[in-house]
């Protein structure tokens, strides 16, 4: 399976943009990246995914490098509930299941 | 809203015996995971599976074991519990192709004494 590797930790201030980086330079064509976070005491949730164009929904953007060996979550305006651990993975279109590996994840800290 | 859950939240068993965590979900999903999150591992996969009956092995399925008998339900086993097997335990979901998203339970904090 393809890896990804993120920074432990990151820091930010509230009420400003946050870019979270992913690195995956083993990615193959078939390779979707996919988004999440876990908040404290909760599973992880779905943010975002995209395969090759950069794309936006209500609660982030995600920036995907043109050979998509690393890709960018974009938080536009970072508030104290969005300290969590954030986790870039690889989902595969071709097997049915998508096994995919988690890492460690960015642990975001958001200062007020 | 979708929905994934786990049957406790918090559980204490005793080295030795036969622990069941069990997970529903109401999607219709085909394909369900078991996970087990432990401080400075992140997210390592047991078993999943992809139908009915199906299962596969994970990154780590020693001491673990699976059952799907129907649809929304899928169960992990631990046949005899080992202290090194307390953990946080995260069940998942996601539609029949390989590239949707993974909806989550909230987690089974499991302690084994």
């Known amino acids: 399976d393809a890896k990804t590797t993120q920074p432990n930790s990151m820091e930010s201030n509230e009420e400003e943009p946050v870019h979270l980086p992913c690195n995956h330079s083993t990615i193959s064509g078939t390779d979707y990246i996919h988004w999440y976070r876990q908040l404290p005491s909760q599973g992880p949730e779905y943010v975002i995914h995209?395969?090759?164009s950069n794309v936006n929904n209500r609660m982030a953007s995600l920036a995907i490098a043109e050979d998509r060996k690393s890709s960018t979550l974009i938080l536009h305006r970072a508030t104290l509930r969005d300290a969590a651990v954030y986790y870039c993975i690889l989902r595969d279109v071709q097997t049915n299941a998508g096994k995919s590996t988690f890492g460690d994840g960015t642990t975001l800290t958001v200062k007020p | 809203d979708v929905k994934v859950t786990q049957s406790s939240r918090y559980l204490v068993k005793r080295t030795g015996e036969k622990v069941f965590l069990e997970c529903v979900q109401d999607?219709?999903?085909?394909?369900m995971f078991w996970y087990r999150q432990d401080p400075g591992l992140g997210l390592r996969l047991i078993y999943f599976?992809?139908?009915?009956?199906?299962?596969e092995k994970g990154d780590i399925p020693e001491g673990y074991s699976v059952s799907r008998e129907k649809k929304e339900r899928f169960s992990l086993i631990l046949e005899s519990a080992s202290t090194n097997q307390t953990s946080m335990y995260l069940c998942?979901?996601?539609?029949?192709?390989?590239?949707?998203?993974?909806?989550f339970g909230s987690g089974t904090q499991l302690s084994v004494l």
């Open positions: 999607m219709d999903h085909e394909n």
């Open positions: 995209g395969l090759t």
């Open positions: 599976s992809y139908d009915v009956k199906m299962k």
């Open positions: 998942a979901s996601s539609p029949y192709r390989g590239y949707e998203k993974l909806f």
